[in-house]
């Protein structure tokens, strides 16, 4: 598998939690903690070299961060 893929991958997650927790509005908190949980669990993913999370960091979170969901 391809390091730098790995890398952007990760960097990728990353840059969707941050986006996640700066568009928090306080409300439903528990939903907000569940849905943070779910996201470092596919952080964990592609640190174990899961090529589905790797996949959907490239395929679903990065054209989120572009459009700036």
Known sequence: MDEIRIELALEIIQLKIVHYIKKYNGKDVK?????LKKLANERDKIYELDED????AY??????IKEGA
Request: aromatic residues 14%; without cysteine; charged residues 35%.
């Open 31 to 35: 939903g907000f903690q569940e849905e």
């Open 53 to 56: 999370a790797i996949n959907k």
């Open 59 to 64: 395929n679903v979170y990065l054209k989120e």
